[in-house]
């Protein structure tokens, strides 16, 4: 998505879903914040199924639904309880921080926090249920606030099997988290997507009430100028293929950390990433942790190859 860009590859994709004798078996839906100034300022009235909110467009989201946005939002939002398989999709060429001195500059696909009253330690988007999947968005979080949080309680209750697709997570303010875990959710993909300038964390796992996060895929992604890059327990994941260009800086802040909270975490392949230090530098003490049950075998700046588990 980020490479082909969504308007030269995608201009006849609707992501419409039919089903032999069933028909159609989900809805298209637009965000489109800027209204007038945006793709249907030649209406009189928006036509149907084109929303400036999320808050205005969650009543009507069901299962399998798809969102393309349009332009900046600036919201602070949960996604409805009892919605699956929602795909989300930036309506732009490449994800950019589409604003200039916080005004939208036309096109893009950004969100952002509210101009005015935002809550900090509030994603701009929690999301509670299975499946949702993110693509081409620009992300600029809240102060100590994650652009987007999954959310796990137990049972029903699961944000996990989601995924991020060719999305850019930016900071530039106080304790900025990209992607947050709360609770344990299983199977993210965390693929092909930047995250710099986050002063908090690009990945944070806070809590793990209900399980360790397993079977996560963060694969192909670029880190850059992050406070911490991963800092979480996990189990079973891949953390393949990435690049972390911020060296290690002392033991409290992480590059990589799979056994964060509490030192629970076991089991992780940590595997073909590139990190800006030498080999003798990843090390514990630099912000290099992981299980004794992980296997890691990666490049440094000095040496072809190497591992430690």
Known sequence: MTQAG????????????????YGQVNRVWFLAPQGAGGPFGGFAM???????????LKPNLRSRDVIYLVGVLREQAVA???????????????????TDS?????????????????VAATPLLEVVRQGWTFMNIAFNPHTNSAA??????????????????GCLFTGGGTGQIGIEDNGGSGMLQVV???????????????????????????????????????????????IDGNTFQTPGA???????????????????????????????????TEGYV?????????????AVKFGFA
């Open 250 to 284: 002392g033991a409290t802040n992480k590059v990589i950390s799979t056994i964060a909270l509490s030192g629970q975490g076991s089991n992780n392949a940590v595997t073909n990433n590139f990190f800006n230090d030498v080999a003798a530098g990843v090390i514990s």
């Open 102 to 118: 916080g005004e939208p500059t036309g096109g893009g696909a950004t969100w952002m926090a509210p101009a005015s009253g935002a």
């Open 6 to 21: 969504f308007w030269r590859n995608l201009q006849q994709d609707n992501r419409r879903i039919t089903i032999g004798q």
């Open 148 to 165: 987007l949080r999954f959310t796990t309680a137990g049972g029903l209750d699961e944000a996990g099997q989601a995924c991020i697709d």
């Open 80 to 98: 409805p309880d009892d919605v699956y398989d929602v795909l989300m999709v930036g309506a732009a060429d490449t994800p950019r921080q589409a």
């Open 290 to 302: 992981g299980s004794a049950t992980d296997h890691w075998m990666n490049f440094a700046s000095d």
């Open 192 to 238: 092909n997507s930047v995250f710099r300038n986050l002063s908090g964390t690009a990945i944070l796992g806070l809590t793990t009430a209900n399980a360790v996060p397993s079977y996560w895929q963060i694969k192909n992604n670029l880190f850059g100028q992050n406070t911490n890059d991963i800092k979480m327990s996990l189990a079973y994941a891949n």
């Open 46 to 56: 928006p036509p149907a199924g084109v929303f400036s909110t999320f808050a205005a």
